[in-house]
């Protein structure tokens, strides 16, 4: 998944989930920032929550390749 403003994505943030949002995107450099969202306790919440938020719908499959 290309960085895109206003693209929201999801990963570990200590012993929890969380997610984020890119508020700059600089293609040229590489640079990318992002402000956290939400806090989530597990790994099928953080999905759910990056689905929702990028209206996406719901995940069909919820396996954690990792």
């Known amino acids: 998944m ?3 403003v206003g693209l929201h994505f999801f990963g570990r943030n200590h012993s ?3 997610v984020w949002v ?3 995107v600089n293609e040229e450099t590489g640079f ?3 402000n ?3 806090n989530c306790f597990d790994y099928a919440e953080a999905l759910k929550t ?3 938020l990028n209206g996406w719908g719901e ?3 919820i396996t954690r390749k990792y």
Request: aromatic share 14%; hydrophobic share 40%.
């Open 36 to 38: 956290k969202v939400a």
């Open 22 to 24: 890119y508020d700059v």
């Open 32 to 34: 990318a920032s992002a």
């Open 16 to 18: 929890r989930w969380a």
């Open 2 to 4: 290309k960085a895109k």
């Open 59 to 61: 995940p069909k499959n």
């Open 50 to 52: 990056t689905y929702h």
